[in-house]
């Protein structure tokens, strides 16, 4: 689908729209992550185009008021899973402040070399909080239910160390935790190797305490939209399917 065709419906698709961003108001225009009804028992939820170092871009598209399809997006989401990669010839160690600094830098590049593709919406060099899914619809075609997480991550190294975690500028490890909350100060890890202690919940506990159905982007990485531009019905099948797919480079 080109941007001069019409707008694409999802229905009979197995497909539903994920909004990323929780609003206590429906905008006219709504950024979206496409979403299977039934997960795939290899894939989940969300349509993967593909995966590379330090990230994972996900199909994603622009919705209007009437849940049609207006324009394609890829969305690229920060990964934390490969924390060993080989760059300019040497291993590095990444900590989360060199990853950072990394996913920052070829965010600006990105924006600099094609600014007609990349839509800014802060998520780029500000760590979203996890997107909470509180419920998915019945029917496909439709937009799930999310709303705000008051859980973020955290940055302050201090804090961490007052409470003998690892510190996020010097580590590759991060910790959720909820800024407002009262009562002893509580951690959740986002990967299974962090190192925990009393102060630290399971991943799990997240759910429960927000009673949701899907957490997105638990790990809080940026993210980053950009136009994917000239999809045409046949690849958008292609895509629903879950074949291999690869945009033609320019």
Known sequence: MD??????????TGFCLVPLHAAATHPPLRLCLLARMTPD??????LLLRELPAARVYLGCVCDAALRIQDWLEIWVQTLEIRELAFSGYEER????????????EHRLALHRSPQA????GAE????????????PEQEGQSAEVEPCSWRLCRDDA?????????????PYRYLHDPGATGPK??????DDAPTNAHVQGREKLKEICGTAEIFNLHCGFIR???????????????LEGRPWEPALA
């Open 3 to 12: 941007n001069g065709s019409q707008p694409y419906p999802l229905a009979k």
């Open 41 to 46: 028992p290899v894939g989940g939820r969300f």
């Open 94 to 105: 990444l900590t989360n402040f060199a990853f950072d600094e990394r996913w920052i830098r």
């Open 118 to 121: 990349v839509i800014v919406t």
């Open 125 to 136: 060099e500000q760590n979203p909080a996890p997107l909470l899914i509180k419920a998915f």
């Open 159 to 171: 804090l961490l160390d007052q409470f003998g975690l690892p510190c996020y500028s010097t580590s």
């Open 186 to 191: 509580t951690f959740i890890p986002v990967s």
């Open 225 to 239: 939209t950009v136009r994917l531009a000239d999809l045409s019905a046949e690849e958008y099948i292609q895509i």
